[in-house]
């Protein structure tokens, strides 16, 4: 079964960094589109950064400049290293991909079991 696996995350001061990664465990055709989501208590979940197969990538705009993400096309890994992070930026991470499980399959989006990111002093 094709999943995604999370890690990374933690507790860390304001102004501080942590990394996130993930990786698609199980055989795909391809993998189009991977990105991480974030969802904070009482908020929908918003898109924090994307990034395709070809290398294209966008942003929210409130983590532009402090996020980078990138992603390893060999072993299906999407990554997402945080810095100069701020008390706004807790929230739950989620690994997100869009990707073909065989050349005639339908796109599936699948989503990783979530990951806490604390902020705080």
């Known amino acids: 079964q094709v999943r995604l696996e999370e890690s990374g995350g933690g507790l860390v001061q304001p102004g501080g960094s942590l990394s996130l990664s993930c990786v698609v465990s199980?055989?795909?055709?391809?993998?189009?589109?991977m990105g991480w989501y974030r969802q904070a208590p009482g908020k929908p979940r918003e898109l924090v950064a994307g990034?395709?197969?070809?290398?294209?990538?966008n942003y929210l705009d409130s983590v532009k400049g402090r996020f980078t993400i990138s992603r390893h096309n060999a072993n299906n890994g999407v990554y997402l290293q945080m810095d100069s992070l701020e008390s706004e930026d807790t929230a739950v991470y989620y690994c997100?991909?869009?990707?073909?499980?065989?050349?005639?399959?339908?796109?599936?989006?699948?989503w990783g079991q979530g990951t806490q990111v604390t902020v705080s002093s």
């Open positions: 997100s991909a869009i990707l073909y499980i065989n050349p005639s399959s339908e796109p599936t989006h699948l």
């Open positions: 199980g055989s795909v055709f391809r993998t189009p589109t």
């Open positions: 990034i395709s197969s070809g290398g294209g990538i």
